[in-house]
């Protein structure tokens, strides 16, 4: 069975950081990139970074670049997003995403095929 589950998540001041986690199992992790999307109340879902699990390469939203990193550790199969410099406009619920690699990095939430349940993102000003 496919499991994702996210952890990390919280209230911080804006400025501040957190660092979400995204464990993985029962499937291939090596095989698969994994995406962290966001959803804000009354907002679509938007990507926020993404990592091929095969050869690192790894994707930012505008928003995000320079603030957020993304980074997996294969042998856990877990991946981090490391979220610095927050602002109240990240606030949403995060969620994580896992989608078989197969032609480039996968920035859209329908080419997931999982998702985790999600993590509350809070950034007060």
């Known amino acids: 069975e496919v499991q994702l589950v996210e952890s990390g998540g919280g209230l911080v001041q804006a400025g501040g950081s957190l660092r979400l986690s995204c464990a993985a199992s029962?499937?291939?992790?090596?095989?698969?990139?994994i995406g962290w999307f966001r959803q804000a109340p009354g907002k679509e879902r938007e990507g926020v970074s993404c990592i091929s699990n095969s050869d690192g390469s790894t994707y930012y939203a505008d928003s995000v670049k320079g603030r957020f990193t993304i980074s997996s550790d294969n042998a856990k199969n877990t991946v981090y997003l490391q979220m610095n410099s927050l602002k109240p406009e990240d606030t949403a619920v995060y969620y994580c995403?896992?989608?078989?690699?197969?032609?480039?990095?996968?920035?859209?939430?329908?080419?997931?095929?999982?998702w985790g349940q999600g993590t509350q993102v809070t950034v007060s000003s």
């Open positions: 029962g499937f291939t992790f090596d095989d698969y990139a």
């Open positions: 995403a896992a989608d078989l690699l197969d032609y480039g990095l996968p920035v859209l939430p329908y080419e997931y095929d999982y």
